[in-house]
């Protein structure tokens, strides 16, 4: 039976609802002999190092290894066709306690060699199939000193994957067959070297890559596709069939605003906040399984943040501003949608998104005086922001609204207590045109350590503000829309 990973409930859900978990034969992968699918984009060289232990013999006992596993993927795939993984090697290196072991009695020099068996574990949400891949050690010397690095290498059978959407590779733990390498005059032993069955080191990451399947064009592009209507009776269909769209699901991303108002010359920064059921969504043309469209999708909280500013020009005042969504009574989440499109210039993806937001302040100080707003002051009408700049879903994003036009600041409403009307103090002190925003969006590297401090460099957000931050201003000249 295949192996059960924990499922992630957004693609479980996302790929059942588009239909995409059906299989044939209910298989996820079958190796067999199908014509390789060709790689577009370009084939991609993959990585992953994992830590391992293995139980060697007394009086060695286990040890840790570090394996590091190399090939290169497939981008893409299409259903019945093979996905050919090449140039797989997987090397770890062995203390020199551990390699003289391996030799005749009393030896300090001499090669090894052998074979490692060894799986790729192919899944997509909750279904998960093992290939397995031997490999064999060549004989390698020991060195006059340290250790001894062992490479081991092999041919992956051909993968035909049957399910379309993105499909995960992740590397498992090796065992181990080692022996001396015999002397030229000596009679080789029939006896396979006895395996050394590793286990994976709990809590890391052990994804190699990944491959986008997409399905295999069934009719000729162009042509109309028919429908049963009855007994006996077919029709055109009139209307085109939709783009089959495969959903990925992005990891954790940190969200960085900032704000500028013009009126006050304040700038807001806001603490990182995160997209909440990211998705980044391909549409397929279902007859060529060209991609037609790219977008994004998620929600967040954007949190509140608090501004020192000159009110008028000369009165000091502080305020918590919030961006809220419309229905903000009932919901925190503001939803995210925007199309991708490459930049007619650098070729870069950039993101085009509009929100509809209401800003609302609260707890204000006037010369360090309370200032009571009341519970609800907010801007009587939606705040419309355009925004567009360079993002990669996997990766990082800078979008921010127009540099000249920006965004318009409506006036406040319900704003006051005790019978003061503080809507046109706030409105004339702060609403008008020339405005702007500025969202960084970060995909955070996954960090199982628990000191923070030994975490690879991605795992936290940089902080507000900071260099890293302030990329938009910079990358944003660069990028244009299409005409």
Known sequence: MPRRVRPRTVTV???AAAGLLSAANGALTGVGSAAPAPAVPPDTKATASVSVTCPFADPIGSRALTVETSATLPAQAKTSSAATISDFSAKFTLPRDVALTLLPAGATAGSLQGTVATNISVHQSDRAEKVPVPLTVAATPLPETGDVTLTATGAVPRIAIN?????TLDVTAPTLALAAVPPPDATASTQPAPGIACTLDPGQPATLGKILVLPKATT????????Q?????????DDPVPPLEIPTPLALVSVLTTSTVAKLGATVVSDPAFLINGLFILALDPDTGEIVDRKVTG????????ATFLGFGFVPVTATIEFLPLDYRDSKLIDISGGLHDDPVTGEPVLDTQLSVIARLSEAKVNGVPLDLGPDCVTAEPVSLD???PYDPFSVGHI???PEKGFVLPAFRGCGAGGQDLNPLLTGMSSGPGNQAFVDTYNLVPCVEPDQTQCPDGSNPPSPGGATAQKTQNTQKAVRKPN
């Open 13 to 15: 859900s996302a790929l």
């Open 163 to 167: 399910t379309i959407g993105p499909v």
């Open 220 to 227: 000729t592009p162009g042509t109309k596709q028919k429908q």
């Open 229 to 237: 209507t009855g007994p006996g009776g077919v029709s055109t269909l």
């Open 299 to 306: 929600s967040t909280v954007f949190k509140p943040a608090t």
């Open 387 to 389: 925004l567009s700049g």
């Open 400 to 402: 921010r609204t127009d």
